[in-house]
């Protein structure tokens, strides 16, 4: 157990739709980051908070946005999904604002988009 | 274009046999770390490399940076099935806060 826990872990959902991930970084870690895992691309960084602000920014597309809240968890928001967005989706967090330093991960989310 | 590649993406192997996985690139990375992913959760760091040149070991693994810091190896001597799983390299340039990941090399280990 990472620490850090993503709901839900399952969400089949319908083109066109929107839908809201959720991640609890653990406890004393200040960075949360997103990650999209499919097949094809690997694993994909997305985007990265500190302490509530916006730290980094990378392959997210703007149909995507998140957020870190005052108790430090984040959501992750995919709206108007296409096919292409079904994906395995993790969290990770660390203590730190370095992406070097070691970072923990959630179990995931796996997106089926239909 | 992948900045880092991994090979072989896919290793099937018998328990006891050694083997050696790659992640290569054509950039210099300030530091390198190798994680493994196992089904239906997420990726573990094993080991973080500054160096060029750094060897670390944990156990029956060996992680190698090359001494450019373009590069990275990582040497499992007697592999056994609980080394199963999808490996991946990750690296982090100066002056970026981005970490790329490779697509990884998913190794089974048969008993």
């Known amino acids: 157990d990472s620490g850090v826990t993503q709901t839900p872990k399952h969400l089949i959902t319908a083109t066109g739709q929107r839908v809201t991930l959720r991640c609890s970084p653990r406890s004393g870690d200040l960075s949360v980051y997103w990650y999209q895992q499919s097949l094809d691309q690997g694993l994909q960084f997305l985007i990265q908070y500190y302490n509530g602000e916006e730290r980094a920014k990378g392959n997210i597309l703007e149909r995507f946005s998140a957020q870190q809240f005052p108790d430090l968890h984040s959501e992750l928001n995919l709206s108007s999904l296409e096919l292409g967005d079904s994906a395995l989706y993790f969290c990770?967090?660390?203590?730190?604002?370095?992406?070097?330093?070691?970072?923990?991960f959630g179990q995931g989310t796996r997106l089926t988009v239909v | 274009t992948q900045l880092l590649e991994q090979s072989p993406q896919f290793l099937s192997i018998q328990e006891g046999e050694n083997l050696t996985v790659y992640c290569n690139s054509s950039s210099v990375f300030s530091s390198l770390q190798w994680y493994r992913q196992e089904p239906g959760e997420g990726p573990v760091l094993l080991v973080t490399v500054v160096t060029g040149g750094e060897v670390k070991k944990l156990k029956r693994l060996t992680f190698q940076f090359g001494d450019a810091r373009k590069d990275s190896s990582l040497h499992i001597t007697a592999a056994q099935p609980g080394d199963t799983g999808l490996y991946l390299c990750?690296?982090?340039?100066?002056?970026?806060?981005?970490?790329?990941f490779g697509k990884g090399t998913k190794l089974t280990v048969n008993p």
């Open positions: 990750a690296g982090a340039q100066g002056g970026s806060e981005k970490l790329v």
């Open positions: 990770a967090s660390s203590v730190t604002a370095r992406m070097n330093t070691e970072a923990f």
